[in-house]
């Protein structure tokens, strides 16, 4: 290297060193491990994106975080407004590059910026690494303060909107009465709830979950980011699709009506038949299954349920409040009937229109609605009959929220294309590498296994594959090391269930009182030799790092029941093209599921994928820098030893 180009050097920060490397004069790949080296940073105005990473809280940066702020940087220079897509693997540092770019544009003027997760846990993992970002949640997470109310209740348990004279109540915006960000009554102690609220409004970073976006920028427009960093971008169309469904059911009618007989008696009528309409529906399609309704169904519905106005609901018990007719704390259950109640016939009404053709811009449905209903009411049941709307093609969704700068996410994007018509979110696409060690896992696909695919799948194979695993399970358990295995469907879950009892396979699982979350969390702490559940509760958002669970039993791909409504309703939509929705869907879950136990450099860890339908795409799921782990010429009993030789390897070494 010139020794005048060194002795500039020595005049810059590493960050404006990265900077000028990265110009198209100054690009060096040689020398640009120099960033790997550095530790401090000036306190100089930086220059670009890498002069924000976090160096005090990271003092070495990562390959792949170095690669992924050099793409992030190029977009930046060729565009103000940008969205960035990058599939990042575990262990390559994704939160603190989010992190960079938010504090890049923060430093450069942008008020809000939001960085969204899927869950909690990872909200808070986030605050714990970075304290400067603040963290909003749900009413779920916070207790009302409404002085009358004694039995402590969570701000989403009360009807906080029928509670006017609450002197908790935290103003979000000027009115004539209040500027925002005062109480109702001065001096009282701010709702938790809106008082979070009102202080993310302000502006900085904020941290949080995917539902909230939907709720909070999407729906009531409350914040308008300029930056949006989305962690695990390739759930967030499922996650909107979560949100955004709404049941109705016999249930909640019948107390709403109850709640409303006297306040508003021509509402309360118009909700009688509504409820008529709906039970003649259900009981004439959907006794005992769930059915997707065709659209004439829906269209008689929508009539029916268009004549109710919700806004005379509220405002009818609103006005027998002031009258005192009813009363805000001996009536707490019914004003939250209707608060509810209300709530669900607008967004029904709303949504519903959706799920007709003519009625849409596409010229398609865009929801799809479920009916269900039982002939026989257990001892506890309270629903007899349920309609759900599903908002299914969330993409303009999706669009509408996303602001000019938009960086997404995850480490199983798997195809950019499909992605994109998944989430809407299309953009500069980057396939980040990975310094993970690849000898250090293994993804075995043995020759011997059953065929669990539902239309080639021989008589008893289901259940002598699960022994299979009960059995291999318990050998590894002889050894020391301890399995997750993950089934698809519940069914599965419970015949594991009786053949480990068999084989005397100590296990842990969810059910009879135990939530699944607290079952994980007994099985991290120790208890148990395997951890049993399936896709949908263990097969993302599960870490299993430091051989907590070395081994991985996966049985099957999870492709959609034929006759589910979902299903039904994606090949109405999709036609031919539907096929590659679901494989990308199950190349993604096999990713996930792989990675529950290699959550670092340092982990081992191996996964048995169990039916052979996976060796149809398993290989081609995997990224390049992964495929060297993939065995797929071995028997399952070779599988079995080459997998013993692997993980005793770190025992040897510590021994």
């Not at 980011?225 to 949100?243: G, M, N, T, Y």
């Not at 004003?335 to 669900?344: G, Y």
């Not at 007899?384 to 480490?411: C, E, G, H, N, W």
């Not at 993804?443 to 021989?458: E, F, N, S």
Request: proline share 5%.
């Amino acid at each position: 290297m010139p020794l005048q180009f060194l002795r500039k050097l020595e005049r810059h920060t590493i960050a404006e060193c990265v900077f000028r490397l990265m110009s198209p004069k100054g690009r060096n790949r040689k020398f640009f491990d120099i960033s790997r080296k550095e530790t401090n940073v000036s306190k100089r105005k930086p220059h670009g994106l890498m002069g924000f990473f976090p160096f005090d809280r990271h003092p070495r940066m990562r390959d792949g975080q170095r690669i992924a702020l050099e793409h992030l940087q190029a977009e930046l220079m060729n565009s103000t407004s940008i969205t960035v897509i990058h599939q990042s693997p575990v262990g390559t540092g994704k939160t603190a590059v989010g992190y960079t770019l938010l504090k890049a544009k923060q430093a450069e003027g942008a008020k809000l910026l939001i960085y969204a997760t899927p869950n909690k846990t990872q909200l808070a993992q986030l605050h714990a690494m970075y304290p400067d970002v603040k963290i909003v949640m749900g009413r779920n997470e916070h207790p009302c303060l409404y002085p009358d109310y004694t039995d402590n209740p969570m701000a989403d348990e009360i009807p906080c909107a029928m509670l006017r004279d609450c002197p908790s109540r935290v103003y979000l915006k000027d009115t004539e009465t209040h500027r925002a960000g005062e109480t109702h009554e001065p001096g009282a102690k701010r709702c938790p709830y809106l008082s979070q609220k009102y202080e993310a409004m302000q502006g900085g970073i904020i941290a949080c979950t995917h539902a909230f976006l939907v709720f909070n920028v999407l729906l009531s427009g409350a914040f308008e980011p300029e930056v949006l960093v989305i962690d695990e971008a390739h759930r967030l169309a499922q996650s909107f699709r979560s949100v955004l469904s709404t049941d109705i059911t016999d249930w909640n009618l019948v107390r709403a009506m109850e709640a409303i007989e006297e306040t508003s008696p021509r509402q309360c009528e118009k909700l009688a038949d509504f409820l008529e309409s709906l039970k003649r529906m259900v009981r004439r399609h959907a006794l005992d299954k769930e059915t997707l309704l065709e659209e004439s169904q829906i269209r008689k519905l929508y009539e029916t349920l268009m004549q109710i106005s919700p806004q005379k609901l509220e405002t009818d018990t609103l006005r027998a409040i002031e009258r005192g007719r009813v009363h805000v704390v001996q009536d707490r259950d019914i004003l939250k009937q209707v608060e509810d109640i209300a709530r669900s016939i607008r967004r029904f009404q709303h949504a519903l229109k959706f799920a007709i053709s003519g009625q849409t811009e596409k010229g398609y449905p865009l929801s799809f609605v479920i009916a269900y209903g039982k002939t026989e009411m257990g001892p506890h049941d309270k629903v007899q009959y349920r309609l759900t709307i599903k908002d299914y093609y969330v993409v303009p969704l999706i669009q509408k929220m996303l602001p000019k700068v938009t960086y997404a996410f995850s480490a199983t994007i798997v195809n950019s294309e499909i992605f994109g018509y998944e989430t809407g979110i299309w953009g500069p696409y980057l396939s980040i590498p990975s310094n993970f060690p690849v000898g250090n896992t293994r993804i075995y696909m043995p020759t011997d296994t059953a065929d669990l695919a539902r239309k080639t799948m021989k008589k008893g194979a289901k259940t002598r594959m699960l022994r299979l695993v009960a059995t291999t399970a318990k050998q590894f358990a002889r050894k020391g090391q301890r399995s997750l295995v993950i089934v698809v469907s519940n069914e599965e879950r419970l015949k594991f269930i009786e053949i480990a009892k068999e084989e005397g396979l100590q296990f842990l699982t969810y059910g009879n009182g135990i939530r699944a979350r607290e079952c994980a969390e007994r099985f991290r702490d120790g208890e148990s030799d395997c951890l049993l559940g399936t896709v949908a509760q263990f097969g993302e958002g599960l870490d299993l790092p430091e051989e907590i669970a070395p081994v991985i039993f996966y049985l099957r791909p999870g492709y959609p029941p034929r006759d589910a409504p979902q299903t039904q309703f994606e090949v109405r939509r999709f036609k031919g093209r539907v096929r590659a929705l679901w494989q990308w869907r199950v190349m993604v879950e096999l990713l996930q599921v792989r990675g529950r136990n290699v959550r670092s450099m340092e982990d081992l860890g191996v996964t048995f994928l169990v039916s052979q339908h996976f060796r149809r795409f398993a290989f081609g799921a995997l990224p390049d820098w992964l495929q060297g782990a993939y065995r797929g010429n071995l028997s399952w009993g070779e599988c079995v030893k080459d997998a013993n030789k692997l993980l005793s390897t770190k025992a040897q070494k510590e021994a």
